[in-house]
């Protein structure tokens, strides 16, 4: 019988010296193969959007979009929403989420992405229906200190007029209030 055991383990930053003991008890036989220990250089890269993101999607609510995020490695997305062509924020000020020079930010905020190359959409409704946006996105791994991109991507946006809902029924349990 070969049992297989592997463990990775992040020494601190601190570390000087490493030390590696195995322990066999009396009577066993074990084979030990294959110790590896290997050092891993720190990340010092900002994330990269997986292909087609940043996007905007419709929202299904009656004023609004989502945003959707995706990248190459897990971190945090933060981005304003002006009215469009308004003067383009700095990175710090997209991370910032408030009003820059004499741009008023409409709304802002953050998305948390916990796995690379997921779709992580978040709703964004403090806005005016019928009404053109920029939005700014800018994007940070989860490292101790974070890599943050250089430069924040805009996407355009217009939201609808949502027509006035006479009857909704999402059919959970029956076909209520249809018979």
Known sequence: I??????VVTAPDTATDLYLEVRTYSGAVV???DFLLEETAAD?????????YPKVIPSHQRVGFALVAS???PGVVSYVVVPDGSAAPSVAEVIAGVDYGTVTVTTAGTIIV???DTDIPQLVDAVSEDTDYDVYLVA???EAVP???????MLD???????VVLLYSGFDIDLTPFT
Do not use: G
């Not at 070969?2 to 463990?7: F, G």
């Not at 943050?148 to 991507?153: G, L, W």
């Open 147 to 153: 890599n943050t991109q250089d430069a924040a991507v």
């Open 44 to 52: 010092t890269e900002p994330p990269v959007w997986t292909a087609e």
């Open 114 to 116: 916990p796995v690379a």
């Open 140 to 142: 940070a791994d989860d």
């Open 2 to 7: 070969r049992d297989r055991y592997s463990c």
């Open 71 to 73: 990248m190459d490695e």
């Open 31 to 33: 084979y030990w193969d």
């Open 157 to 163: 946006v217009t939201t609808i007029l949502q027509p």
